[in-house]
């Protein structure tokens, strides 16, 4: 079974959608009350919870994205929790979501962002997901689950431009110099990243080594303007930004190897296409 921790998110939707009629098992967790057959359960708050079945693999998608530092520590906070869950459960190996944010500015020159290069984060928030990674990497050790961190790229829909702009606003996009179709960066669509997932939690649920950082997007990188206009969301150029970062690409040569095309293409049609066959466009 695969436990899915934080699932009343928005990664925690995509998944449920896309994970309908499964072939593994999942048990969603979320706070407070929760639909029939989920696990209640505050993390930060109360023990952790035993469960009726066996769990192979913990995926955790709770996380916090802004806030002052106290605010964002609690992602150190939330996957040290996760971790002894997976510990106590029995379960091979946690999951934990991390994002491309812990390379910061690295790779606006164009470079591709690889997992062993070296991580330095430009916002608070990067800082606090690099400072999580190291912690999990401390806390694992002989007797315990398994660890990964998945450094996420933008996702479609759940980001702020598409997403943004199916509520019906008119998105302003930074202008790059030389670059007509605008900032470009790392996405995966919806249904890719929620195949993506269930593929990785396969492989960890029979035991498979998996790397400890792997790069979450589809090869390539796209323009945000070339996906705006795939999507037919009005959007127009605001003014210059001396700090609008040109090209933020993820290496995903790593992924790839282990799921050779699971991730899809950063073709604008291709991504837009996932996001309306995930029936998020019209908020679903």
């Known amino acids: 079974m695969i436990c899915v921790l934080g699932a009343n998110g928005r990664l925690g939707g995509i998944l449920r959608r896309g994970w309908q009629g499964g072939a593994m098992p999942v048990l969603w967790q979320g706070r407070g009350v929760v639909p029939e057959g989920w696990l209640s359960w505050a993390p930060l708050e109360a023990p952790v919870p ?19 530092a106290v605010a964002l520590a609690r992602n150190t906070d939330l996957a040290l929790a996760a ?50 990674e190291h912690a999990v990497a401390a806390w694992a050790g002989a007797g315990r689950p398994a660890v990964s961190v998945l450094r996420i790229g933008n996702v479609l829909g ?11 606003e008119v998105v302003r996009l930074d202008p790059v110099p ?14 890719a990243l929620a195949r993506v997932l269930a593929a990785l939690c396969a492989r960890a649920a029979a035991g498979e080594a998996l790397p400890f950082a792997i790069n979450i997007a589809a090869p390539g990188a796209v323009g945000m303007a070339d996906l705006l206009t795939a999507a037919g969301i009005d959007w127009q150029w605001g003014p210059e930004n001396p700090g609008v ?14 799921l050779p095309g699971l991730a899809g293409t950063s073709r604008a049609e291709a991504l837009i296409a996932d996001w309306r066959a995930a029936g998020m466009e019209e908020g679903a």
């Open 245 to 258: 970062l040109p090209h933020v690409e993820l290496d995903t040569a790593r992924l790839e190897a282990l």
């Open 158 to 168: 759940a980001d702020a431009v598409v997403g943004r702009g199916r509520r019906g």
């Open 178 to 191: 030389g670059q007509k179709d605008g900032p470009r960066r790392s996405y995966i669509g919806p249904l």
């Open 83 to 132: 971790c002894e869950a997976a510990r106590i459960w029995g379960a091979r190996r946690v999951f934990l979501c991390s994002s491309a944010a812990v390379y910061g500015r690295n790779g606006a020159d164009g470079r591709k962002l690889h997992e062993d290069a070296p991580a330095h984060p430009a916002s608070d928030y990067g800082h606090a997901k690099l400072e999580m």
């Open 50 to 68: 035993a469960l009726a079945g066996p769990v192979s693999v913990v995926l955790a998608l709770a996380g916090v994205t802004r806030g002052d």
